[in-house]
């Protein structure tokens, strides 16, 4: 017999829905769908060879779905999440924090979702990879003293002060392709793109933390795989909350 596809996947995932499971599960989809993970991480593959951007669009979908209702380390995934069947920007706006937060609003949002310090720090690391738009690291390059002078003066370069606010750049300068821990290094250098990038080396709470990550890849994996599971338990929707998308673009 063919592997099912996804879609067949989906369709037999939904036919579940009435069943109620109080938590999630890293075997939920075992009977439904026993080939899921090998077909998620095939279609996962291409996608991110296609475009390299999308490992880091994935890694923001899915901190976007936490807080609101490649490379690198691997982790346990737990697994029934149901999507929503609403939507809401301004529940993003006033849960997600913005790249002009300072280090007590990203402690405190974090917080707020039971998240400590420690996993703000490392889940902040996903910055290693992915690019940002002009217009959200305008104000960085142009008034924050923190910066090394050559890299504000690099990324002015295609940023200018009017104008271009759609044009791209690296979030980690290094190894923008590669999930590292580059970035903790590119912080250290006052080389964060973000203001709140920045603020984790700052002379503030979390800047020996950054120095630890910066020097010990393998202590980053870790934590941030830690991370990623916690903030994937975020209030998440089950059993007959919410549903299984039949098509991603809309409610069923």
Avoid at 73 to 92: C, E, F, I, K, M
Avoid at 111 to 132: E, F, V
Avoid at 175 to 198: T, V, W
Avoid at 230 to 251: F, Y
Wanted: hydrophobic share 40%; charged share 15%; net charge neutral.
């Amino acid at each position: 017999m063919a592997a099912p596809t996804l879609m067949q996947c989906l369709v037999a995932i939904s036919l579940l829905s009435c069943v109620t499971h109080a938590q999630l599960s890293t075997t939920f989809y075992a009977s439904s769908c026993p080939n899921l993970q090998t077909i998620v991480r095939t279609a996962m593959t291409q996608a991110v060879s296609a475009e390299p951007r999308m490992g880091a669009s994935l890694l923001r979908l899915f901190f976007h779905d936490c807080f609101v209702q490649l490379g690198g380390p691997t982790w346990t995934v737990y697994l029934g999440r149901r999507d929503a069947r609403t939507a809401s920007q301004s529940d993003a706006n006033a849960n997600l924090p913005g790249p002009g937060s300072s280090l007590a609003t990203l402690v405190t949002m974090f917080g707020n979702k039971g998240l400590s310090a420690r996993d703000m720090t490392a889940l902040s690391g996903a910055h290693t990879i992915g690019q940002a738009r002009c217009a959200t690291f305008r104000d960085r390059i142009y008034n924050d003293a923190n910066i090394n002078a050559t890299f504000a003066s690099l990324r002015q370069q295609t940023c200018p002060q009017s104008g271009g606010d759609a044009e791209l750049a690296p979030i980690d300068v290094q190894s923008p392709d590669l999930f590292d821990n580059a970035y903790y290094q590119n912080l250290m250098s006052r080389q964060g793109l973000f203001h709140s990038d920045q603020e984790l080396f700052s002379g503030g709470s979390q800047d020996a933390l950054v120095k630890k990550y910066s020097g010990n890849a393998g202590m980053f994996a870790a934590d941030f795989a830690r991370a990623m599971v916690r903030m994937g338990a975020i209030s998440p929707l089950t059993g007959t909350q919410g549903e299984v998308r039949l098509d991603c673009r809309k409610v069923n």
